[in-house]
C-alpha cells in the first residue's frame, strides 16, 4: 500500500493594514491641490469664505468644483435617486447622486467617489409660512418705522403669503451638493474646504448696529464725491464684493448700485443749493418712494415752493407704491373714479388736473403723491377708508349721487 502524504494547505495570509503612499506622495498631492486652488480658482467666483464663522473656512462651489474636475481628468455624473412628497401630494424634497470616476484605457470607469444631496422645502430658504413670513415683514417695517421716525405701516406685513420655493431651486441645491461633496471626496480635497455650506451656517444677525447695506444705502445718499476714486466709485466696486463675500444679496448689490447710479446723475445736474435740500433730494432716491419726510416738518405739509411741489412731479415709483397700496386695500381697476375723489379729498386739490388730460393720479405732485401714500398706509383695509372718507362731505355726494 502506498503512503500518501497528507495534503496541507498553506497558511491563509492575514490582512496586513499597510500604507500605500508614502508620507512625501501624501504630501506632493496635498501640495497640487493647494497650487491648483491658488492657480486656478478664484475666490468669490469658484469658492469662499463663510460669513459669519471665525477661522479661515472656505466653501467649494460648483464653478469649482468643475474646474477640479478638468485638472484632475476626472468626469462627473448626476443622477436623480427620489422625489420626496408630502401628505398632501406636492413635491417636498429631492435627492441626486453625483459620481466622480477616471475613464481608464480599457474604456472602463475607475469610480473615485460617490455622494448624494439633498434639498428640501423643511429648510428654511426654501419655505416659510405666512405667520413666519408676515412675522420678518413686521419686524422689518417696525426697525425701518423706528430708524426713520414714523408709524410703522401694517400693510407692508399684512396679508402676506407663505414663501415657497420654486422647484428647480430645490434641484439645483441638490445637484450642487451632490457634485461639490464627491469632488471634494475624489480629490482629497477635504483639508482645505469644509462640507458647510456659505448660506446655511452663519449664526442669525444680532442688533449691533446698521448692516453694510443699510450703511452703503446712506453712505450712496450722503455723498458727494463723484470724481474718480471718489467714494461713490469705491461704493460701486465695493457693493460687488460685498456680495461675494456674502455681506448682502444680489438685489441689494443692485439696489446699492443703482442709488451710487441716480446720486452721480443728480450731483452732475443738480445747481447749488443749501445742504438740506440736497439731503432732501437725495432721500427721495431710496427705495421706498414714500420714504421718510424731509427732517423737521411732517410729510405732505411741505411749503409748494419747489419742483416737487409741481403738477405731474410724481415719481413712477410713487405711482407704483399708490397702486399697491390701493389694491392692498381692495380697490381694483373698476374703482378709478373712488381712487380719483380719494386723492383729492387727501390732497386737498379738487380737480386732479395738470399735463395729463383730465383728471388723472400723474398730475399729482411728488409730495402730494408722499402724502397720499402716507394716509393710505395707516389704514387696516377698505371698510376703514371708507369710513374715513365718508365723514367728508364731499365722498359721500359722489358716493350717493346727490347734488
Not at 497650487?35 to 471665525?54: M, Q
Not at 471626496?185 to 482645505?192: L, Q, R, S
Not at 444705502?217 to 455723498?223: G, N, V
Not at 402730494?368 to 395707516?378: H, N, S, V
Request: negative net charge; proline residues 5%; charged residues 30%.
Amino acid at each position: 500500500m502506498t503512503d500518501l502524504d497528507i495534503y496541507q494547505p498553506a497558511a491563509a495570509a492575514g490582512y496586513q493594514p499597510g500604507i500605500i503612499m508614502t508620507p512625501e506622495a501624501a504630501k506632493a498631492l496635498d501640495e497640487q491641490v493647494r497650487l491648483c486652488t491658488a492657480a486656478v480658482l478664484r475666490e468669490g467666483v469658484d469658492y469662499g469664505h463663510i460669513p459669519g464663522t471665525s477661522g479661515d473656512e472656505k466653501s467649494l462651489w460648483r464653478p469649482g468644483a468643475q474646474k477640479l474636475l478638468q485638472w484632475f481628468g476626472l468626469s462627473c455624473s448626476c443622477e436623480r435617486v427620489e422625489v420626496e412628497r408630502d401628505g398632501d401630494g406636492r413635491k417636498h424634497g429631492i435627492t441626486y447622486r453625483a459620481t466622480v470616476a477616471r475613464r481608464l484605457p480599457d474604456g472602463s470607469l475607475d469610480v473615485k467617489a460617490t455622494c448624494e444631496g439633498t434639498a428640501d422645502y423643511d429648510e428654511k430658504k426654501f419655505y416659510k409660512t405666512a405667520e413666519q413670513v408676515q412675522r420678518d415683514a413686521e419686524d422689518r417695517e417696525r426697525a425701518n418705522a423706528e430708524k426713520y421716525r414714523r408709524v410703522a405701516r401694517p400693510t407692508r406685513w399684512q396679508g402676506l403669503p407663505e414663501y415657497r420655493a420654486d422647484w428647480n431651486a430645490l434641484m439645483k441645491r441638490a445637484q450642487k451638493r451632490a457634485i461639490v461633496g464627491a469632488v471634494v471626496d475624489a480629490t482629497a480635497a477635504g483639508g482645505i474646504f469644509t462640507d458647510r455650506e456659505e448660506d446655511d451656517h452663519a449664526p442669525a444677525p444680532e442688533n449691533d448696529g446698521p448692516s453694510w447695506y443699510e450703511q452703503a444705502i446712506e453712505t450712496a445718499l450722503a455723498s458727494a464725491e463723484t470724481g474718480p476714486g471718489g467714494e461713490l466709485q469705491a461704493l460701486f466696486t465695493g457693493a460687488a464684493q460685498a456680495h461675494k463675500d456674502g455681506l448682502i444679496n444680489r438685489r441689494q448689490q443692485d439696489h446699492v448700485q443703482n442709488t451710487v447710479r441716480q446720486r452721480l446723475a443728480l450731483l452732475k445736474k443738480a445747481t447749488p443749493v443749501a445742504a438740506e435740500d440736497l439731503a432732501r433730494q437725495a432721500a427721495e432716491l431710496d427705495e421706498d418712494a414714500s420714504g421718510p419726510a424731509p427732517s423737521g416738518q411732517p410729510a405732505g405739509n411741505e411749503p409748494a415752493t419747489g419742483p416737487e411741489d409741481q403738477p405731474g412731479s410724481v415719481s413712477p415709483a410713487q405711482l407704483t407704491k399708490l397702486h399697491t397700496v390701493l389694491t392692498g386695500l381692495g380697490f381694483g381697476d373698476g374703482d378709478r373714479e373712488q381712487k380719483l375723489v380719494i386723492a383729492e379729498v387727501i390732497t386737498g386739490r379738487t380737480p386732479l388736473t395738470g399735463p395729463e388730460e383730465g383728471r388723472s393720479s400723474k398730475n399729482l405732485s411728488r409730495s402730494e403723491a408722499r402724502k397720499l401714500i402716507d394716509t393710505l398706509d395707516g389704514f387696516d383695509g377698505r371698510d376703514a377708508l371708507i369710513a374715513f372718507m365718508a365723514e367728508r362731505e364731499d365722498y359721500v355726494r359722489q358716493e350717493t349721487g346727490d347734488e
